[in-house]
DNA sequence: ATGTCTTTACCGTCTGGCTGGTACAGTAGA
DNA sequence: TCTACTGTACCAGCCAGACGGTAAAGACAT
């Protein structure tokens, strides 16, 4: 009957995510997630015992949405050289491109309490590792990486000077030089 | 006699940089401000009177540092093919080196109230959009500067999974494919 | 030089609203 | 009846900002 009757965490995540998009990422409060889910807070409170259950909740599902994304792009490209960047690089445009906006809990974490970032922290030097070791080029790798993050980045503060189309071009041109240059 | 008594506008500035750094970029107060460079609210609110005016006075500076960095930049290299980017890369990483932190004044702006961030987001079009008119490889330009900033990023996130003496070759490295690349 | 008047730059207190978190009384389904 | 959850009422602390001082430094007239 009902399809959108996701379960009551994934609910609240999802609202947590459009009150950071529309308040600021500094401005989500318990109350206004709470009332974005259609929930009081008291239910709200039984899900997530505080707010730093709740960021940290947000972040791990960016995580985990993230390294699935990256696994199962890697298995697609099972064999090819730099097959770690080229899924790195899939993952974060798909990723972004799905849901424009998960990425704002870095920011209301990050403002929040920068200490819920640790486990961000760690998953980047993860994949960081993989990038060096795995990658024919580790240098022009990384710069391709960061440039991805650039765009991540932009797109959160909403600060990208370039179109919506621009944006995916140059994710294209991103792969397109693993590709070639490495 | 006295260096260190710079005008009261830079003291604050810089004290909110501080707290910035120490608290989270969320959690400025115009309290701690006041505390953190030794004077009262009262005293603060007479020289930014809201918080707005004092967030707004941060980003201000920020961007008057990176025009007037990028400025004398590209007055050395003057003539320069892709001076534009070089510039632009260069006074990246000079201002970073020089204060880290000054950046943080983006993520606090960001969090406490987005509309604050529009003067950033002009500039950044301008810069975009010389870049794609004076470079010779448009797309690998941007590709550049965009590592850069995912550099910069990660740095006030504190996410970097990089040593300092790593980022500062990364920059190198940038600069130099600036040369060579295109 | 003396007294008054203004301005500048700052101080410290107060307040009302918001926020995170608690307590608890309820309720629907198994 | 037990479990899993909802929703209301409430509180204590924090915060932005308003406000009424005040001390020091000129300005101006006498």
Redesign the interface.
């Known amino acids: 009957m009902s399809e959108s009757k996701a379960n009551p965490r994934d609910n609240i995540l999802d609202a947590a995510q459009r009150v950071a998009g529309k308040e600021?990422?500094?401005?989500l409060t318990l109350d206004k997630v709470a009332c974005e889910c259609g929930m009081s807070k008291g239910g709200l409170l039984y899900n997530f015992p505080n707010k730093d259950a709740l960021l940290a909740g947000m972040l791990d599902r960016l995580l985990e949405q993230h390294r699935s994304m990256m696994d199962s792009e890697e298995k697609s490209l099972a064999g090819e050289p730099n097959a770690c960047l080229k899924a790195m690089l899939g993952a974060n445009a798909c990723h972004e491109v799905a849901d424009p906006g998960v990425y704002l809990s870095?920011?209301?974490a990050?403002?929040?309490?920068?200490e819920l970032?640790a486990p961000?922290?760690e998953t980047?030097?993860e994949?960081?590792?993989r990038l060096q070791n795995e990658s024919s080029d580790p240098?022009m790798a990384?710069?391709?990486?960061?440039?991805?993050?650039?765009?991540i980045?932009?797109a959160i503060?909403?600060?990208a000077?370039?179109s919506q189309s621009e944006k995916n071009r140059?994710f294209q041109?991103?792969m397109q030089?693993s590709e070639e240059a490495l």
């Open positions: 600021g990422a500094g401005n870095l920011l209301a990050s403002a929040h309490k920068p970032m961000v922290k980047l030097a994949y960081y590792q240098d990384t710069i391709l990486w960061l440039a991805a993050e650039g765009l980045f932009h503060l909403g600060l000077p370039y140059l041109k991103l030089i």
